[in-house]
Structures are given as structure tokens and as C-alpha cells.
């Protein structure tokens, strides 16, 4: 069975630009989250979604955004790029709320 | 508020002794609580979660409600247990959002 892909694994991106990442999450699964992990502040909630519903969103500007397809596959856009978005983002799936979440490798995004 | 907190960034033991990795949380209700860890170069992967009561590895973690507690415990550490550990809280309400502490690196030493 395959994890959950995540893609691509690495990005460089300057200032101002915007950003595009994806999840393929675990067959079957339709909830998807993401987070943004960096050294100074740990592993912090971007948002959820659910069956193509956003369902939950941390506390971030409107610059992230995100949405999921019909197939579950799900991308988080990040517009104006900011030195600070450097990060590495996770992605993770589950069936639902009530099971355990399956994360990804990451996007490490870099911003010049 | 509903936060965790792990207060070791670094536990360094040698092979063989006990460890233990402490998290405190704070919530209202009836929390859900998960150990994760992240071995080098690989991704997060789910280690316990404190509904199913399994030890994994020869870990093994009890909710402690009195204390706010779901500290992460094995008798004896080996060296392949080096790795980050972080400790989560589901988030209340219908949602998967998880809540994670700042992690401690455990060391285990030869």
C-alpha cells in the first residue's frame, strides 16, 4: 500500500512568489492536514480538510491556502513568499477524525 | 488553551537504562494523546496512541488525568532508539487537527 506522497521534495523560491504543494494521500483515506515544521517553532497546524470540505484551519495568514480534490490528492498554495515561510511541510492522511494519521516526507520549501 | 508540552529538548541516556519522556498537557475534557517519533532522515511516524494501550518498541505511555500527563516510557533504551520524539494532542471537537509539543531528542548512547 502505498504512503502518502508528497511532491515535490524540495523547492527554492524567491521572495514575493508563490508556491504550490501537493499530497497524494493513502488510498481510501479522505482527510488530509497539513503542517508547517520549522526549528524555532515545531510542528504547527496549517489546516484540514475533509472529503473536499475545509474542516479546520490553524492560525495562519490568508496567504496559505489550500484545497482537496475529489480523489482526496490535496495542494497547499503559499502566495508573496516571506523569508519566514522557509519550512519543511508535512502532509498526513487518515480515514477520518476517529483514526490515526499517516504523515508524509515533506516538502522542504527554501525562500531567497 | 489546549497545548502540550514536552520540557526536555535533549534526553541522553546510556544503552540499557531506563528512559523516560515527559509531556504535559493541558485541555478540557477527555483528551487524545499520540506519541510520535522521527528516526533520521525518515518521516514522522506514529509510535502509541493512548486509546489502543499497546506497546510499541517497549514503549509504553499511561494517560495520567490527575497530573495531565502522558509521559513516554522503556525499561531499557537501545541505540536504535535515538531519534525526535513529540508527543500530540487531537484537537477538541470533530477534527483531526493535532496539537504537538517541541519535541526532545533522545540520545542513547553506546
Known amino acids: 500500500k502505498a504512503g502518502v506522497t508528497q511532491t515535490p521534495r524540495y523547492l527554492i523560491k524567491t521572495r514575493g512568489q508563490q508556491v504550490t504543494l501537493s499530497c497524494s494521500p493513502i488510498?481510501?483515506?479522505?482527510?488530509v492536514s497539513w503542517y508547517q515544521q520549522t526549528p524555532g517553532q515545531g510542528l504547527q497546524f496549517l489546516f484540514e480538510?475533509?472529503?473536499?470540505?475545509?474542516?479546520n484551519k490553524g492560525n495562519f495568514p490568508g496567504r496559505f491556502s489550500g484545497r482537496q480534490f475529489s480523489n482526496s490528492r490535496s495542494e497547499m498554495n503559499v502566495s508573496t513568499l516571506e523569508l519566514g515561510d522557509s519550512a519543511l511541510y508535512l502532509c498526513?492522511?487518515?480515514?477520518?477524525?476517529?483514526?490515526?494519521?499517516?504523515f508524509g516526507s515533506g516538502t522542504r520549501l527554501t525562500v531567497v | 488553551a489546549q497545548r502540550v508540552t514536552q520540557p526536555e529538548k535533549l534526553l541522553s541516556v546510556f544503552k540499557g537504562a531506563p528512559v523516560e519522556l515527559k509531556c504535559n498537557y493541558s485541555?478540557?475534557?477527555?483528551?487524545?494523546l499520540f506519541w510520535y517519533v522521527q528516526y533520521s532522515r525518515q518521516r514522522l511516524q506514529l509510535l502509541l496512541r493512548?486509546?489502543s494501550r499497546e506497546s510499541i518498541k517497549g514503549f509504553t505511555a499511561d494517560l495520567n488525568k490527575g497530573e495531565t500527563s502522558f509521559h513516554l516510557k522503556k525499561p531499557f533504551a537501545q541505540e536504535e532508539d535515538s531519534a525526535m520524539y513529540y508527543c500530540?494532542?487531537?484537537?477538541?471537537?470533530?477534527?483531526?487537527?493535532?496539537?504537538f509539543g517541541q519535541g526532545t531528542t533522545l540520545q542513547v548512547k553506546p
Open positions: 498526513a492522511s487518515s480515514l477520518d477524525t476517529g483514526y490515526s494519521y499517516t
Open positions: 488510498s481510501g483515506h479522505r482527510s
Open positions: 480538510y475533509f472529503s473536499e470540505t475545509q474542516r
Open positions: 485541555y478540557s475534557g477527555s483528551p487524545e
Open positions: 493512548h486509546i
Open positions: 500530540a494532542l487531537k484537537g477538541s471537537g470533530n477534527t483531526g487537527k493535532l496539537i
